[in-house]
Structure formats: structure tokens, C-alpha cells
């Protein structure tokens, strides 16, 4: 090896930066090493610009056995980064944050076999972890409430998402309870001049209010009830919107699902000659579909993270809904209600990809469950005061008619639910999501109908859906009878088509899509039969199947009657419409009451899925922090 000609000592093969080397010697097992590190190494420590993907490596590497062995070297670790924090002096202030973040993401995510104990132990020692952790978490809110700058409080809450994230199934998540971050957090936010420095906070916020919710009463939650500062949650919501765009453009990266509209452009591709068109670009590779299958069910990103907090501002704060609703575009972007719904359509039309995207679809329709619940947003949302456009999936067949320009948001919705009913048919059926979809459909068309607004809509697709759903589950009967709260969705599903059928007149735009609703009703009229006798609906007392054979059979004798003396045996579709509609005059609806009524929304009755859904998030925030 060569000499340095300025230094004449030995140049290393590969070039390692001075903190490297402190993090080895750190993690150095001899018998230094049980001896306290200098004043001097700590000054050096924090003074360097951290590595945090070597101390990663270096962390990574060790098994939970290591670190309760290096204990001694964790705890000064841990103990001097609080000390620089608090002081609050530039650099060292910033590098111990970024440092011990980098060190909580990989300390505590660890299989320890007592996960408290070991990792109180690894960090500060049982009996100095009460005053170490209300020293620590006091140092973070201090910090994130008046740091010297908003990066040193970005800083600072990074550290925050780390331990919780990481120590969410211990016991040190009390000190965050007893220690209130409400405040600083939102000042924070509202100190930031860029929606996107809200995202943090806004998650941390959502562990946090979900941490026990069920066993006590979570401080946090409390103050979601409360908060009324508009400013701060119009960032919020406009930071929800961003993540949601955000997370929308990973699924169209993987597939363009835009139809192009007409131009020179395409009509040359279309007969073999794109390459001589007019500002032709280059076109996407496409991806092959079994590749493209298991990058989707990768999907969504782990900043989907940030929807558990919105469903929990959603389900306590009410001027939060009504500003999520409301808030209109800022120049360049969409409403963030819309890139809501959008994202909502990608995640339920891939949903059966895998069991985290079906969790996230659940949680982004229990948000518009809650915000359909209040009479006075669905309103808004069932009027023209709510047209926006909304760009919806259509990665997957069967396609709903695309619609280009802006319509009321009730219509995009109900696209929305009808693409999660058509695209998660299995035998495996996803009960609890399809209970959704079809009780937030049953809402809207009870306001609808309540109201009497005629909604311009292709109902015509909404209820060739319905339909197939009862044809689907009328053909899997064995496999479907027993899956938990199966009579829950065969009631709702048999009451919305009764509720369309008696109401339908109030809703729907015109007598055609009356009259094409009881077609596509007698068509299937046998299968409604074998549909009752299959579940024993008949035997239900809160099931409308008697109501909808009864219109069935009252068409089928009509039809017979109105077939004798023709030649063919078959009615055209014509005379079909035309018995149709002179059989209103003799028709009786024998509907059941309250068809339009719902039960309001209970969080007690969604328990088992919160507890599982604050899992993936947690998990989500875990790796954002790594890849971070």
C-alpha cells in the first residue's frame, strides 16, 4: 500500500468516515467497553454528521441477546443523545436527534422474549427508566413545540414516531400519555409553511390516540374532540389529500389506466404508426402481469399509515369532516376529498391483493362511512355545491362508463363502492368490506330518496352489480353460509333493491331507469327464489326477499298472459317494457318499513379490526423510518 505523500502513513482500500469508526468502537465487544465512555468521545460523537445507514448495518446486525449484553454502551448512547437535545446546541442538537432515531428504528423493532423489560433494560435500566423517559419525552415536546428551527422540531418528531412505533406494545408508551404532545404537535403544524411538513405529526398523532383506546381513556382521542383551530386542519386535510395523490400514483406507475382521449396521436397508434406522430413520446414499457400482480399487492406505500389518524379526526371531530369535505383546490392540485375517493377506488379495486390493502380499504370506507352518516355533508355531497372531477381506477375489468369532467361527489362514490363489490368476488369473500360498501350505497340512496333528489347517474350499472352479488352468492352458497356476519350483508343487500324498487321513483332521473331496474329484477327472478331457499331468508324477519319475488312472480304472470296468441314463445325486448310498465298499475309494493333507515355508526362494534389496522400502521411507520 502506497503512502499518503502528504502525511506518509498508510491510505486505507476504502475511504471510512471518523463516526464510522466511533460507532464500531462503540459496539466494540472487549472489556473497554464496560467502562464508560470520555466526555471527550460523546463531544466527538455528536459533533460529526451521523451515518445513519452504516449505524443501521451495525444495529442490525446485532441479535437481541447482543444488545442487552452492549447494554452499558446503549444506555450512555441513549442518555447523552437526551442530554444534547436538551441543551439544544447546533450541530450536536440535530446529529443526537437524527442519531437516535436511526437507533430506536433498529433497537426496538427487535424479537426480545420480554419486549418491556429488555427493552427498558437496553435503553435505560429499571431502576432509572421512570426518570430517563420523563426526561426524554419532556426534552421531545419542549423541542417540537419551540425548537430553534422547524427542522430540529421535524427532527424531534421523528424521534417520537421512532419509539412509538417501535415500543408500541410496551408499557413506555404511558410516558406519552402522561406527557401530553397534542399541543406541540399542532403548533408545529401550524408554524409550517409546506402542507407536507404535516404528515408526520398527523401520523404520530394516529398511534398515539389509538395506543390502548379500548382499555382507557386515551388523552389523545379527547383532544381530537376538542380542537377547533380551522387553520391547522385545513393543513392537515390538504396534507392527507397530497398523501393520498401521492399513494394513487405508485398504483398508475405500475399501470396508466387514463383513457386517451381522440387526437392524431392515437388514431396513427391505433394502426400501427405512433412512432411518425406529431410530438410522439416514447412508450411505457408495459409491465408483465404477473410481475405487475405482486408489485400491486405491495401496495398501498407505507405512508398510507397517515389514514388511521384520518379516520380518528374523522370519527371525533366534526368541523375536521366538514372540512374535508369542503375545502376546495389549491392552484395545481385537486380537492382533497377528491384525491381521497380516487385513492379509495385504487385500494378497493385491488383490494383482495393482499390483507394489508384490504385493511386499508376498510379503514378509507369507514372515513366515508362516517362522513355519509352526517345528514348535513351527505347533503352537500348529493348537490351541486360538490361537483369536482374525480379520477377513478380502471385497472381491472369490468369498466364503469368513464365519465370525463366534473359531477356531484355522490356519484363518484357510488362508482367507487360499485368497482369494490364487482372486483373482490371470491370464495373467501371479504364480508366486512362488501357490509360496507353496500351500507354506505343504502345511505346515499336513502337521502336520495328522503330528499327527493334525482341523482344523474348510470343506475342502470349499480344495480347489474347488486344483482350479480346476489347471483354470485346465490352460486356459492356452500362456501358463503357460514362466514361471520354473512345474514348482516344479505339483509342490507336484499332491503337497498327493495328500498330502489319502492323509492325509486323519488331518485332515480328518469321512468327508463325505473323501468330498467324492475327488467333487470324479473331476469333474475328464479335465481331470487334458489336465493331465498339457499340462506332460508324467508325465515328472516328483518329480510325484504318476500317483497322483491313478489314483484317478480306479479311480472311473470304478466309476461305469460301477454305471450298467449303470439306465435313465438318469446316477448321482444319492447313488449317486455311494454308489459313492464302497464303492470305498475296492478303492482303492489308490499314494502317493509323503514327500508331507508341505518344504524349510526358504533367504533365498539369495529374494535378487533382497529386494534389490527393500528398494527399495520405501525408497522408502515417502522419502515418509513428506515427508508427514510
Same mark, same amino acid.
Given at each position: ?5 502528504? @502525511? ?26 464496560? /467502562? ?5 468521545? !460523546? ?57 437516535? @432515531?436511526?437507533?430506536?428504528?433498529? /433497537? ?6 420480554? *419486549? ?46 421512532? /419509539? ?5 406494545? @410496551? ?26 411538513? *404535516? ?62 382521449? !381522440? ?35 405491495? &401496495? ?19 368541523? =375536521?369532516?366538514?372540512? =374535508? ?17 380516487? =385513492? ?25 362511512? $362516517? ?5 348535513? $355533508?351527505?347533503?352537500?355531497? +348529493? ?9 377513478? +381506477? ?5 369498466? $364503469?362508463? $368513464? /365519465? ?72 356459492? @352458497? ?19 333493491? *327493495? ?18 331496474? =324492475? ?38 304472470? &304478466? ?70
Amino acid at each position: 500500500m502506497e503512502p499518503s505523500p502528504l @502525511t506518509q502513513q498508510a491510505r486505507p482500500e476504502v475511504f471510512q468516515q471518523k463516526v464510522v469508526e466511533l460507532y464500531e468502537a462503540l459496539f466494540k465487544d472487549d472489556e473497554e467497553n464496560e /467502562v464508560d465512555k470520555t466526555e471527550g468521545f !460523546w463531544r466527538e460523537f455528536f459533533a460529526l454528521k451521523p451515518d445513519k445507514a452504516t449505524l443501521h448495518k451495525i444495529l442490525d446486525k446485532l441479535s437481541p441477546d447482543d444488545l442487552l449484553h452492549f447494554q452499558n454502551q446503549t444506555r450512555q448512547l441513549f442518555s447523552r443523545a437526551i442530554s444534547c437535545v436538551k441543551t439544544g446546541t447546533a450541530p450536536a442538537d440535530a446529529h443526537a436527534l437524527d442519531t437516535i @432515531t436511526a437507533f430506536l428504528a433498529s /433497537v426496538l423493532p427487535k424479537k426480545y422474549n420480554n *419486549a418491556s423489560s429488555d427493552i427498558i433494560n437496553v435503553l435505560a435500566g429499571l431502576d432509572d427508566v421512570d426518570a430517563i423517559f420523563t426526561d426524554f419525552v419532556a426534552a421531545l415536546e419542549v423541542t417540537i413545540r419551540t425548537g430553534r428551527t422547524l427542522e430540529i422540531r421535524q427532527k424531534a418528531i421523528d424521534v417520537a414516531l421512532a /419509539v412509538v412505533s417501535g415500543a408500541y406494545q @410496551t408499557s413506555l408508551l404511558s410516558y406519552f400519555t402522561h406527557r401530553d404532545l397534542f399541543p406541540s404537535l399542532m403548533k408545529y403544524v401550524q408554524d409550517s409553511e409546506n402542507i407536507s411538513r *404535516a404528515f408526520e405529526p398527523f401520523t404520530l398523532l394516529g398511534l398515539l390516540a389509538n395506543y390502548n383506546k379500548f382499555e382507557f381513556q386515551n388523552p389523545y382521542r379527547l383532544r381530537l374532540d376538542d380542537f377547533v383551530n380551522e387553520g391547522t386542519i385545513q393543513k392537515i386535510i390538504r396534507s392527507v389529500g397530497s398523501t393520498c395523490a401521492t399513494s394513487r400514483g405508485r398504483y398508475i406507475a405500475i399501470q396508466e389506466d387514463l383513457p386517451e382521449g !381522440w387526437s392524431i396521436s392515437t388514431t396513427l397508434s391505433m394502426i400501427g404508426l405512433g412512432s411518425v406522430a406529431p410530438g410522439a413520446k416514447t412508450a411505457k414499457p408495459t409491465i408483465d402481469p404477473e410481475a405487475a400482480k405482486e408489485m400491486f399487492a405491495r &401496495l398501498p406505500g407505507s405512508e398510507a399509515a397517515v389514514l388511521l389518524a384520518t379516520y380518528d379526526f374523522a370519527h371525533a371531530n366534526k368541523l =375536521f369532516c366538514f372540512n =374535508f369535505v369542503t375545502l376546495p383546490a389549491e392552484k395545481g392540485s385537486e380537492p382533497p376529498i377528491s384525491s381521497f375517493v380516487s =385513492f379509495t377506488s385504487y385500494l378497493l379495486q385491488h383490494a383482495h391483493s393482499s390483507f394489508r390493502t384490504s385493511q386499508y380499504s376498510h379503514i378509507n370506507l369507514l372515513i366515508l362511512r $362516517l362522513l355519509i352518516e352526517d345528514q348535513v $355533508l351527505c347533503k352537500r355531497i +348529493c348537490s351541486d355545491e360538490s361537483k369536482m372531477s374525480v379520477r377513478l +381506477c380502471r385497472q381491472r375489468q369490468p369498466y $364503469l362508463p $368513464l /365519465v370525463r369532467g366534473e359531477r356531484m361527489l355522490a356519484a363518484s362514490i357510488l362508482d367507487t363502492m360499485i368497482d369494490g363489490i364487482n372486483h373482490n368476488l371470491r370464495r373467501r369473500l371479504d364480508v366486512d368490506l362488501y357490509i360496507l360498501c353496500v351500507g354506505i350505497i343504502l345511505r346515499l340512496i336513502s337521502h336520495l330518496s328522503r330528499s327527493r333528489t334525482r341523482l344523474v347517474y348510470h343506475w342502470a350499472e349499480l344495480f347489474r352489480s347488486l344483482l350479480s352479488l346476489v347471483r354470485f352468492l346465490t352460486t356459492y @352458497t356452500a362456501d358463503l353460509k357460514n362466514l361471520n356476519h354473512i345474514d348482516t350483508l344479505l339483509d342490507d343487500l336484499v332491503n337497498l333493491i *327493495a328500498l330502489s324498487l319502492s323509492a325509486g321513483e323519488a331518485f332515480l332521473l328518469n321512468p327508463a331507469a325505473y323501468d330498467d331496474l =324492475f327488467y333487470k329484477l324479473i331476469e333474475t327472478g328464479e335465481i331470487l327464489v334458489k336465493f331465498r331457499d339457499s340462506y332460508e331468508l324467508g325465515k328472516r324477519p328483518n329480510n325484504s326477499i318476500g317483497t322483491l319475488i313478489s314483484v317478480t312472480e306479479h311480472y311473470k304472470e &304478466l309476461l305469460a298472459n301477454g305471450s298467449q296468441g303470439r306465435r313465438g314463445k318469446h316477448l321482444t325486448n319492447i313488449q317486455v317494457a311494454g308489459v313492464i310498465k302497464q303492470g305498475y298499475e296492478t303492482l303492489s309494493i308490499q314494502a317493509k318499513e323503514g327500508l331507508d333507515g341505518w344504524e349510526k355508526y358504533r367504533e365498539a362494534d369495529e374494535r378487533v379490526f382497529l386494534k389490527k389496522i393500528a398494527r399495520a400502521a405501525v408497522a408502515d411507520v417502522k419502515t418509513l423510518l428506515v427508508d427514510g
